[in-house]
Structures are given as structure tokens and as C-alpha cells.
């Protein structure tokens, strides 16, 4: 069984920055892609922010300039440095992972991960 485990959010300051942790545990052989999706009340989950096993990253226009995502492939982490912060950046913000839990000489099988959540509130 694999875990996902986010930790970071509170409350925040317009213009002041928070870092999101988000690690994994469990039978991991690698992993895939990470990312991190929020979803603020009444609006649908959207993407944040990804990274690929290579350390291509990609970002909702809305954060571009502001967030950085990064991995650290050892410890089974993902981050989110958020800077800038404005208030329509509040959301539970959820980290995700493609877990590779197994491999053969056919292939490899994953899955996809979410954790908890956390909340992130911008307010003066």
C-alpha cells in the first residue's frame, strides 16, 4: 500500500510564500510523474503544477513566475515553493504521484496516487 502524505499549508499574507512538502511511503520500485492539483470551494480541481521523472515541469498559467515545482527522487518528495501569494491562490491543495510498483521484462505496472489534501488560505 502506498501513501501520500502532504504537510506546508496555513494561512497566509497576500504577497508572502509558503512551501508545500508532499512525501510518499509503501512498496514504491520508482515514480513517474508528480504534480499538484488545488480545488477552492465550489470550483473543480485543477492542475497546478507537474513534473516528469526527467524534471520537465509544467504550470497553470495562473501560477507561472510565482510557483516552482521540484522533486527529490530519494527521499520520495515532491514540493511547491509558492511566492507571490494572492488570495485567489486558497485552495486544499493536493499532491499526486504515478507509482511504479512493479516491473518485469513485459513492462512495468502503475498507479496513481492522491494524498489528504492540505489548506492554503491567502488573507490579509
Known amino acids: 500500500q502506498v501513501q501520500l502524505v502532504e504537510s506546508g499549508g496555513g494561512l497566509v499574507q497576500p504577497g508572502r510564500s509558503l512551501r508545500l512538502s508532499c512525501v510518499a511511503s509503501?512498496?514504491?520500485?520508482?515514480?513517474?510523474?508528480m504534480g499538484w492539483y488545488r480545488q477552492a470551494p465550489g470550483k473543480q480541481r485543477e492542475l497546478v503544477a507537474k513534473i516528469t521523472s526527467s524534471d520537465n515541469t509544467k504550470y497553470a498559467d495562473s501560477v507561472k513566475g510565482r510557483f516552482i515545482i521540484s522533486r527529490d527522487n530519494a527521499k520520495k518528495m515532491v514540493y511547491l515553493q509558492m511566492n507571490s501569494l494572492k488570495p485567489e491562490d486558497t485552495a486544499v491543495y493536493y499532491c499526486t504521484m504515478q507509482i511504479v510498483y512493479y516491473c518485469s521484462d513485459t513492462g512495468c505496472e502503475t498507479m496513481d496516487y492522491w494524498g489528504q489534501g492540505t489548506q492554503v488560505t491567502v488573507s490579509s
Open positions: 509503501g512498496s514504491i520500485f520508482s515514480i513517474n510523474a
